[in-house]
T-cell receptor, first 113, second 115 residues
Framework: GQQLNQSPQSMFIQEGEDVSMNCTSSSIFNTWLWYKQDPGEGPVLLIALYKAGELTSNGRLTAQFGITRKDSFLNISASIPSDVGIYFCAGLAGGTSYGKLTFGQGTILTVHP | NAGVMQNPRHLVRRRGQEARLRCSPMKGHSHVYWYRQLPEEGLKFMVYLQKENIIDESGMPKERFSAEFPKEGPSILRIQQVVRGDSAAYFC?????????????FGSGTRLTVV
């Protein structure tokens, strides 16, 4: 089945630093999504990408849909303490139902004030 | 406009008991999805339902697990004869139309602990 490899697994950064994380797959994905999950809560959508090569921003967040459709990255600029949480990439693979998302393993982000 | 509501938030069951997890989708949403999250892992797709219809159950274990989304009322994920390995967070999401392209909102989850 489809798998998403997300890296890094965890990051410890100082407030104000930029952060970058990525997801890769051996399969093609038609949609890439980035989510943030706080402890005890469900994932919240940050950015959605629908076209290969697409670069989308949401405030301090920027994400790109790779040209090969097999990868995506998320950048967070000028991190702040409330950025702490677990970030997941998720993809919608071709040939599956529109409801079936595949998730990466997550990147745990810690921001030191 | 309330979000996706899941209850209970926490559920403790003894081995062999049944667990029933409920999900009320957002108002106007007719599509529901269930995911399972083991500790320190990503979410794993289980099942996709429309009202009175299972669209994709490719992630559901073949035994003990079932899901329904009746014409009236919430979607139910049912786990019979629970085992310790069923301990996980179970999330549901809903959308107004067919799947991801139309917006996909998650609930806060039900944390199932099997003792």
């Amino acid at each position: 089945g489809q798998q998403l490899n997300q890296s890094p697994q965890s990051m410890f950064i100082q407030e104000g630093e930029d952060v970058s994380m990525n997801c890769t797959s051996s399969s093609i994905f038609n949609t890439w999504l980035w989510y943030k999950q706080d402890p005890g809560e469900g994932p919240v959508l940050l950015i959605a990408l629908y076209k290969a090569g697409e670069l989308t921003s949401n405030g301090r967040l920027t994400a790109q849909f790779g040209i090969t459709r097999k990868d995506s990255f998320l950048n967070i600029s000028a991190s702040i303490p409330s950025d702490v949480g677990i970030y997941f990439c998720a993809g919608l693979a071709g040939g599956t139902s529109y409801g079936k998302l595949t998730f990466g393993q997550g990147t745990i982000l810690t921001v030191h004030p | 406009n309330a979000g996706v509501m899941q209850n209970p938030r926490h559920l403790v069951r003894r081995r062999g008991q049944e667990a029933r997890l409920r999900c009320s989708p957002m108002k106007g949403h007719s599509h529901v999805y269930w995911y399972r999250q083991l500790p320190e892992e990503g979410l794993k797709f289980m099942v996709y339902l429309q009202k009175e219809n299972i669209i994709d159950e490719s992630g559901m274990p073949k035994e003990r697990f079932s899901a329904e989304f009746p014409k009236e009322g919430p979607s139910i994920l049912r786990i019979q004869q629970v085992v310790r390995g069923d301990s996980a967070a179970y999330f549901c999401a809903s959308s107004p139309q067919d799947g991801v392209p139309y917006g996909y909102t998650f609930g806060s989850g039900t944390r199932l602990t099997v003792v």
